[in-house]
């Protein structure tokens, strides 16, 4: 009897090491496209948990990365956002070690013309985990997060900011319905913003995941719309068209043996319907994950990479998959190439032509590391590239 074997389509080639390996834990602190086509990274933890004020630049043409000015202050869990006149915006995060950092009200700018980080107008409150969404006027709305209270212990905010990049300043906007923490947030047509899932934490080793989703529109408000099928933390949100997100995985809910724990919960995924405001199930993962990354590189593509199920005593999975959706929203998950090096809480990004840039992230941490006290990290890129070919069509059974 013979093993039936699953071809695996695309590939993944190895690109430039990072000057300094770099962890990004957040949801909107990873890498960002520049309009040369040249890849940002900046801040992220350490293998101590540690803030860093790295930055560096991936050159496509000569497939190597760059290292440029340093941030001006270390900072991770933070955001980063490319603006319209093609500067970055870095926002909040937090200075120092996760265990005991400070959240920071600072932001600062990079001008990709001289690579250097300039300090711009600051928060009216300090977070991190937070959101950021670049809107159609050019501004930038940062929600939610994290902030410090007394006892030392955090709260999740329901305040939101606007940062206006013509003048340097911060305004108040309207808050979100509800406070939330590690959320997702992706624009959409008409100027909306879908927040989605995130944490409310409650003081424990393991907050509650939040189903509820709320869109914020042009006119400065938060409405609630279509709740998540199954609350969810760590997980992905990514826009396929203009009026649909595609969700994937994230941290299984409560622990074995207290509450209502699915290990299962990781591979399921959902798509959201702009115009009806309602999610539906699409075709589960080949497997589950969390701390993953997902990214669309094609009309209808969306590659999924990475991820593990949790980040203590774990290693990083090398298995990526590609979800695909046809015109009558018929879905289907292909098998893809796996990554040379297992990772988690990296950054990726789709390239112009294409392909899908992934590099940094947490490879292997507690047990499953050769010091149990030391995260240990990656400092490797490699590229994705897929074969159309390869791909059959969702619903044409094959």
């Known amino acids: 009897m013979t093993t039936p074997t699953v071809a695996a389509t695309g590939a993944w080639t190895a690109a430039g090491d990072l000057p300094t390996p770099a962890a990004w834990?957040?949801?909107?602190?990873?890498?960002?496209?520049?309009?040369?086509?040249?890849?940002?990274?900046?801040?992220?933890?350490?293998?101590?948990?540690?803030?860093?004020?790295?930055?560096?630049?991936?050159?496509?043409?000569?497939?190597?990365?760059?290292?440029?000015?340093?941030?001006?202050?270390?900072?991770?869990?933070?955001?980063?956002?490319?603006?319209?006149?093609?500067?970055?915006?870095?926002?909040?995060?937090?200075?120092?070690?996760?265990?005991?950092?400070?959240?920071?009200?600072?932001?600062?700018?990079?001008?990709?013309?001289?690579?250097?980080?300039?300090?711009?107008?600051?928060?009216?409150?300090?977070?991190?985990?937070?959101?950021?969404?670049l809107l159609p006027d050019g501004s930038v709305l940062v929600a939610g997060g994290s902030t410090a209270r007394s006892g030392r212990t955090t709260t999740a905010l329901r305040s939101a900011e606007r940062y206006d990049p013509s003048s340097g300043r911060w305004s108040p906007a309207k808050d979100m319905t509800d406070a939330r923490t590690g959320h997702t947030a992706v624009p959409l047509e008409g100027g909306v913003v879908l927040v989605v899932g995130g944490v409310a934490p409650v003081g424990t080793a393991d907050d509650p995941a939040?189903?509820?989703?709320?869109?914020?529109?042009?006119?400065?408000?938060?409405?609630?719309?279509?709740?998540?099928?199954?609350?969810r933390h760590r997980h992905q949100a990514t826009r396929v068209s203009d009026s649909t997100v595609l969700v994937t995985g994230g941290t299984a809910p409560g622990s074995p043996g207290a509450g209502p724990y699915d290990p299962f919960s990781q591979r399921s995924a959902e798509r959201y319907d702009l115009a009806t405001g309602v999610w539906t199930a699409v075709t589960e993962m080949p497997s589950g994950r969390a701390f993953h990354r997902a990214v669309r590189i094609g009309p209808g593509q969306v590659l999924v990479a990475g991820g593990a199920a949790s980040d203590r005593d774990e290693a990083g999975y090398r298995s990526a998959a590609l979800h695909t959706t046809d015109q009558d929203d018929a879905d289907v998950w292909v098998p893809a190439a796996g990554l040379a090096s297992g990772r988690w809480a990296f950054a990726t990004v789709a390239l112009p032509d294409g392909r899908a840039l992934v590099t940094g992230g947490a490879a292997r941490s507690g047990l499953a590391a050769a010091d149990p006290a030391v995260t240990e990290l990656t400092a490797a890129t490699e590229l994705f590239a897929i074969d159309d070919e390869t791909i059959p069509v969702a619903g044409s059974g094959s």
């Open 25 to 133: 834990y957040g949801q909107h602190d990873g890498a960002v496209l520049l309009d040369d086509d040249s890849v940002l990274v900046t801040g992220g933890a350490d293998a101590a948990s540690a803030a860093l004020d790295k930055t560096a630049v991936y050159d496509p043409t000569a497939n190597s990365w760059q290292p440029v000015d340093t941030l001006g202050t270390p900072r991770q869990l933070h955001t980063i956002t490319r603006l319209a006149n093609g500067k970055v915006l870095v926002v909040g995060g937090l200075g120092g070690s996760s265990a005991s950092g400070t959240g920071l009200r600072s932001a600062e700018l990079y001008d990709p013309h001289t690579h250097a980080w300039t300090a711009t107008g600051s928060l009216t409150t300090p977070r991190w985990g937070h959101s950021a969404a």
């Open 210 to 231: 939040l189903a509820f989703c709320e869109l914020y529109d042009p006119e400065d408000r938060w409405t609630p719309t279509g709740s998540l099928l199954r609350a």
